[in-house]
């Protein structure tokens, strides 16, 4: 089934070129069905290859998703054109009184500062407690995934000398995990991070379960108890060539800017990178919408904020 976006989103091009099933929204509204209702608040400064990642993962699922894409009220991106953000993307303001079956928080390109120093950190604290009695569940990626173990569980992240930057592998820690079904038992994740929080500090959270992880990148995909919150400290969503192009732009500040590890070639990084975990982020993500929204929020919409989980996967 597809995903529905504005009829005109330029990422939908991209998209169809990769044939990705995207609807305009102008054809979803004959369907006589109750498509799931996903938000995404991207807080990255390139919005539309953002978009694409994310939007990439979504359509990879039998359910029709409508995507709204959202912006915070106090956050300006130099980086975007505001036509871009006023004809495709919703204010937080404009859907304070709505519910969702599902919502992105994305990562953001903030990995030196304390909370307390963005500039949009109260907004968001309201945004992360709107979205507990707004949304069946919320997956946070990378620093927002920090950002959210701080505000909802007090843990604090600590930075790494170096970034953590590369292709890694991963362990799945349960055997049968809802999100993790089907993982082969190690998989590829992306990583660009210097934020980690100690593993012994969240399992010393009652309410807080990680799925998957490694000694290298430490806890990699973790949940709340009944599923309204996910976390992935990693990057799935990347393109083959997202590592590099970070790479190409931290040599431009750094000269001696450390290489990704397990990423070029032969360490080559004139050769072509491969995409080596996109299997893993398809079913990670279908995964998601299938067992912790789809079979979770309540058909009636409205009764989202009522908390109405039908199910509680506590692996």
């Not at 959202?70 to 054109?81: F, G, M, P, Q, V």
Request: overall charge negative.
């Amino acid at each position: 089934m597809p995903i529905t976006v504005k009829d005109e989103l330029p990422a939908i091009a991209r998209l169809r070129h990769e044939n990705v099933f995207v609807m305009p929204k102008s054809r979803a509204m004959s369907q006589e069905i109750r498509p799931m209702r996903l938000a995404i608040l991207n807080l990255m400064p390139n919005k539309v290859e953002t978009e694409v990642q994310f939007i990439r993962l979504l359509a990879n699922t039998p359910l029709q998703v409508h995507v709204d894409l959202l912006r915070l009220d106090t956050h300006r991106s130099s980086e975007n054109s505001e036509q871009h953000l006023n004809m495709f993307y919703r204010y937080f303001s404009e859907v304070q009184d709505e519910n969702y079956d599902a919502l992105i928080v994305t990562g953001a390109p903030l990995a030196h500062l304390e909370y307390t120093d963005v500039i949009y950190w109260q907004e968001l604290q309201a945004f992360f407690d709107w979205a507990e009695n707004h949304v069946t569940s919320t997956l946070f990626s990378c620093w927002a995934a920090h950002a959210g173990l701080f505000h909802h569980h007090g843990l604090k992240r600590d930075l790494k000398a170096q970034k953590l930057c590369g292709v890694f592998k991963h362990q799945v820690y349960f055997d049968h995990g809802a999100l993790t079904r089907g993982f082969d038992d190690e998989f590829l994740v992306p990583h660009s991070r210097y934020g980690y929080i100690d593993i012994d500090k969240i399992n010393n959270k009652e309410d807080l379960v990680v799925l998957a992880g490694s000694e290298v990148v430490g806890a990699y995909l973790l949940k709340n108890k009944t599923g309204s919150q996910v976390y992935i400290t990693g990057h799935p969503e990347y393109d083959a060539d997202t590592l590099q192009k970070e790479y190409l732009r931290d040599l431009q500040n750094a000269p001696d800017a450390p290489m990704p590890d397990n990423y070029f070639p032969n360490d080559d990084v004139d050769a072509k990178p491969s995409k080596t975990w996109q299997s893993h982020a398809f079913l990670l993500f279908s995964n998601w919408l299938n067992y912790y929204v789809y079979q979770t929020t309540p058909y009636d919409i409205n009764l989202v904020s009522q908390d109405v989980r039908t199910n509680n996967y506590a692996e």
